[in-house]
């Protein structure tokens, strides 16, 4: 009976282990089509951008493939409540490293419009808000592969400085179109890439917060200080289009 058992354990974390790995994988990728992304934005090519947006569904059939794995973990296993903790935090981490993606592939498709534009400077200030985005996410996915909660902490309190920069830039842009009226069309592209980067932080977040959950049980209740400052009222608000 000791070695039914046993085995049953050692067959749940063998599986758990795979399918961290998986996740951590499909974190990778989409950290990787983000910092792509700004490679083609900043080449203004756009059969690259092209194919960067194609990439995304390899994303996106990775997140099928763990779902798949989590129902049959949840049938085969019968997880008690830790346990489950493990399943279902994998569930909703795939969930957001998808988003993650197909945020990247929104940056890489207004690439391509913003390509047949006269170069313009501001362009350059998005490739520091992917870095911090990018640095954001492989941090998440590092405490997610160590259970490790309180770096997952570090990083849910440090989007702070993603979202500084965000509204810093935010303001420049601004700036830049009101100064001259042929810049509103290029610098509306660089609004929404740049909206699009700093939503990437706020899932990197989301997943700090799972991973919390995972290893303490208990939600991450500490007040965040959320400083997106563009919804201000006086300020202008970009929709989160997900186009």
């Not at 961290?20 to 080449?43: F, K, N, W």
């Not at 935090?89 to 490293?97: G, V």
């Amino acid at each position: 009976m000791g070695t039914t058992k046993e085995h049953i354990i050692k067959s749940y974390d063998d599986e758990l282990a795979r399918l961290t790995g998986e996740l951590v994988r499909m974190g990778e990728l989409a950290v990787s089509q983000l910092e792509a992304a700004i490679d083609v934005v900043e080449r203004r090519d756009e059969r690259a951008a092209q194919h960067v947006v194609g990439n995304d569904d390899a994303i996106d059939l990775l997140e099928q493939e763990i779902s798949h794995d989590v129902v049959r973990l949840l049938a085969l296993r019968a997880p008690m409540a830790g346990d489950l903790r493990n399943v279902f935090a994998a569930l909703r981490i795939a969930a957001d490293i998808e988003r993650i993606g197909d945020y990247a592939a929104n940056v890489a498709k207004r690439s391509i419009p913003l390509s047949m534009a006269a170069p313009i400077n501001p362009t350059s200030g998005l490739a520091h808000l992917a870095e911090l985005a990018a640095s954001e996410v492989r941090e998440v996915l590092r405490a997610y592969r160590d259970r490790d909660a309180e770096r997952a902490y570090q990083v849910w309190k440090d989007d702070v400085e993603l979202d500084d920069a965000y509204t810093g830039y935010f303001r420049q842009l601004l700036t830049y179109m009101m100064e001259d009226p042929r810049n509103i069309t290029p610098c509306t592209h660089l609004l929404f890439m740049a909206k699009n980067i700093e939503r990437i932080g706020d899932h990197a977040t989301n997943i700090a917060e799972n991973v919390w959950y995972q290893v303490t049980g208990e939600p991450l209740t500490a007040q965040r200080n959320k400083r997106d400052l563009t919804a201000n009222p006086e300020m202008p608000k970009l929709g989160d289009r997900g186009d």
